[in-house]
């Protein structure tokens, strides 16, 4: 009976115990930060492998149900997530440690504080400071390139001060501005201090794309915003101290245009023109090229083959307990491939923050920048034979740039050849130009802390250039010497500024730790000047005489002009979510701008959006295969004031032909008082998820509708002008962003990941002014029909060559072919300057210290005009003038020698049609990077140094492309000898001490 009394009494206990095990705890507890001892407000608290959480409240409190065998997930933006097993304990007090990656993957939103990316109900992508830095790139703009869906960055020139096209989301305007508005550090700056920024200066680059991430800067934002965010010191960081320097050469990045040679040119010019072939002019020169042979390519000639370009960064951080500091200083320098094309860049950052008391934090972010260009004029961007891409191109193979000696040996270079072309050493040399950019951005702020979740912020911020240019034609050059009038010289300065204040209160707090809301309330004023003036003098016979003063003809034709504009806003913000749950953001700015008429100046927009984690839901807690899964959607308006004057809305005088001995004054533009804003509908609508535990992917799909579109239309020639900007027309985008990124295998010593985005955009037309569906403007291949794409060609389409003749044809409107051109015959190609599909693709592998990266661009669907093959093509103005010509022309229509040849005969005029329209699609691997980090244990028995890697960097190193001009990034409708991309080898070293 005793052992039956002992067996039921275990059994009683270890039923008991079962049972207490089985028991929920109340825990409660206070997140703080590590460094700081502050708390961490609605920092995420969850019972791990459940969908049971809470969030902190405003003091860092919270109060969580959960099972005494439990384990408690404690996570927040930028920290390190901690777990800790509850061993039945109630009280749980978690410090956080800040997390430098994790920092790199928030997002700030407009005039708040930072969220991390999964709590965004907007659409925005984050880019770190890692995949920006070390990229053998002048900007970093073009070092995005690829980075984000939806955000398409072309580099159209490769000249080293050369700027990128950046694109979001497809083209909303025809004629106001599509660039996005540029945030740094809080305050609205152009896009030229954004291309100047050291790519180590950076922390993150958030890109802002739909109306609830963008609609709070409303009348800037219709394009999307770039906000970046630049490097501080973080609490408690002992001083840290860090260089960077590199070192490389770059080359043409592609060489598809293929030239006849010597022989090949003479075969041609023997068969086609035989009177001109004879003459005792091109006998001498076909006898000494064979005598000689001379059989030049220019292209070597005219570009470095390993033009040099370094890099050396340098930068302080660290804090004390009251004061975090950031301080860089950089340097750059590129020679471009191009000959007298070159760039020194030098800039200095401080960023300071400083908590005064535990209720004032008070800041400055300053950076200052000196860039120095020297070119040969302005040469490489003009449409003359003075351009040095057109004569890379075009001069003679059987020309050469050297004086030949009777025993064949090169003497010195001539620096003009019989038929007046000029050797381009000698050319450039005579037009020396220096452009000086100075240029300071500021940014400083005070915020106050009055009671427990009010922040009172206050900012202000200067943007301010100064901008010199001096040039030079020299009196022996062909430029004076054509006028007649001797050395010229021009010299011009412009002086920009922008300021910017903003005033802000933010509120924060939560109800019973799962309900937490944010209200934001704020004001904001910009005010923008801009003055310019030059001058040219002619008649100066001397290199040494550097003033205009000194010139015969001083200051002809002086020009000055102002610039003016003033923004003015209110706005406001809500945001609430339930327990990481549902998500609620409203917004609302109102806008004023000076550029629009009295009675038309202010406009409001607003957003809505909400998010919903699905993973948090009890039914999701079966699907371990997918996590956090979240649906979102929002709407709302933005604003567009991107004029090309600032006066447009009340009309500008200014001074007209001489009239009777004096001057005349007269009307500049007509005054249209009635212009507004550009208003954009935008509707987004989204999924994200992470699956089986490797694979992350997004989805978005969005509409966004033009409105009142700011549009330059046709004044009747009564009015004495030919256009003006009304509020006229609309347009539509429609289109998809996809992100995938897979962490293919992962171990102590192994991480390899692939990530790719895509973007796919339907852009249309749907309203035209004056009731009208089609607005062509002559003389100019530009036509504007509803239902079509912005940016498709209309061009006469080219039918081929009559094999029986020789004579080119083309389609008319009722597709039969025809030998007489006419702009008449133009027809909507279906093909657009404006690429429907583009994307990225990012490889990335690590074995222990040593890591390999690849980032691809691509462009599906975007054409060109190569306008390069009207020269290249055209037989008979390559006779004519003794130019070079593509291979292509060996296959011109012969009677005799090639009557099936694909190019009209020697004597047909070549048009500009739909054969020189390309496919400018294209794959390049922008950036391949092969690094190593030495191991720690190793590093440290220095001493004194932390880390140290060493890397090699390639940037453009092949394209994939059917295009056949200089490079098929060129953003412009049409091409023609345009500055190419280099390719570019670097190597770097990076130290941290």
Partial sequence: MKKIRLFFTAVMVLFCSSFALAQNLTITGVVTDEATGDPVSFASVVVKGTTTGVNTDIDGNYSISAPSDAVLQFSFMGYVTVEVPVNGQAIINVTMKADAEMLEDAIVVGYGTAKKIGSIVGSASSVSSAKLKDKPA?????????????????????????????????????????????????????????????????????????????????????????????????????????????????????QKIKLLNTDQWFSMLQLYAPETFASEAMQGHYNNAMKYGIN?????????????????????????????????????????????????????????????TDWLKLGANIQLTYQDVQTSGDSYAANNIYNPMWQAILNAPWLSPYEINEDGTYGEELDEWADGTYNPYYLYSLQPTTKNYATVNANTYLELNPVKGLVLRAAQALEAQDYRVSQKALAEGPFSATSGSGGQAIEGFQRMYRFTFSNTAEYKFSIKNDHHLTFLLGQEAIMYKAESFSASASGLSDIRQNN??????????????????????YFARASYDYNDKYYLDVTFRTDGSSVFGANKRWASFYSVGAMWNISRENFMSSASWIEDFRLKASYGTTGNSGLPSSYLSIGTVGSGTPYNGGVSWGIGNVSNPYLTWEIVKSLNVGLSARLWGFMNAGVE??????????????????????????NIGEMRNVGVDIDLSFDIFQNKDWYINLSTNFNYNDNEITKLFGGRDEYTIAGTGQSYKVGH??????????????????????????????????????????????????????????????????????????????????????????????????????????????????FPRYEATKQFDSSMLEDASFLRLKNLQLSYTFPEKLIKKSGFINSFRIYLSGRNLFTVTKYTGWDPEVDTNVSLSAYPNSRQIIAGVEFTF
């Fill in 138 to 254: 002048a900007n970093v703009g073009d070092a995005l390139q690829g980075q984000v869906a939806g955000l398409q960055i072309l580099s159209s020139t490769g000249e080293p001060m050369s700027t990128v096209s950046m694109r979001i989301r497809g083209v909303n305007s025809i004629n106001s501005s599509t660039e996005p508005l540029f945030i740094l550090d809080g305050s609205p700056v152009s896009s030229s201090v954004f291309l100047t920024l050291s790519s180590n200066d950076i922390e993150n680059i958030s890109v802002l794309k739909d109306a609830s991430s963008t609609a709070i800067y409303g009348s800037r934002a219709a394009n999307g915003v770039i906000y970046i965010t630049t490097k501080k010191g973080r609490m408690s960081e002992k001083p840290t101290v860090q260089l960077r320097a590199q070192y490389g050469v770059s080359s043409l990045a592609d």
């Fill in 296 to 356: 030049t390519n220019w292209r070597d000639y005219f570009f470095n083959s390993a033009a040099p370009t370094w890099s050396a960064d340098l930068n302080v951080s660290g804090a004390t307990e009251k004061t975090d500091y950031f301080v860089s200083a950089s340097a750059f320098s590129q020679e471009g491939t191009l000959r007298y094309s070159d760039l020194t860049r030098v800039s200095l950052r401080s960023n300071v923050n400083v908590k005064a």
């Fill in 548 to 569: 205009l003063s000194d010139a015969v003809s001083p200051y002809n034709a002086p020009s000055w002009s102002m610039a003016e504009q003033v923004f003015n806003s």
């Fill in 701 to 726: 799909f969005y509409h966004k509708q033009t409105v009142n579109m700011l549009m330059d239309i046709p004044y009747s020639l009564t009015t004495g002008h030919s256009s003006g900007y009304g």
């Fill in 789 to 902: 794409t912005y940016g498709e060609f209309f061009t006469p389409i080219y039918a081929g060559v009559d094999p029986r003749d020789g004579y080119p044809m083309w389609y008319d409107a009722d597709g039969n072919k025809t030998k007489v051109f006419s702009e008449d015959l133009s027809q909507y190609t279906g093909k657009s300057l404006f690429a429907p599909m583009a994307g990225g693709v990012q490889l990335y592998v690590q074995w222990k210290g040593l890591a390999l990266s690849a980032d691809f661009a691509y462009v599906i669907g975007k054409y060109l005009t190569n306008n390069d093959k009207y020269f290249l093509e055209n037989l008979q103005f390559g006779i004519s003038n003794n130019y070079n010509m593509g291979v292509a022309v060996l296959d011109t229509w012969h009677a005799t020698n090639n009557p099936d040849g694909k």
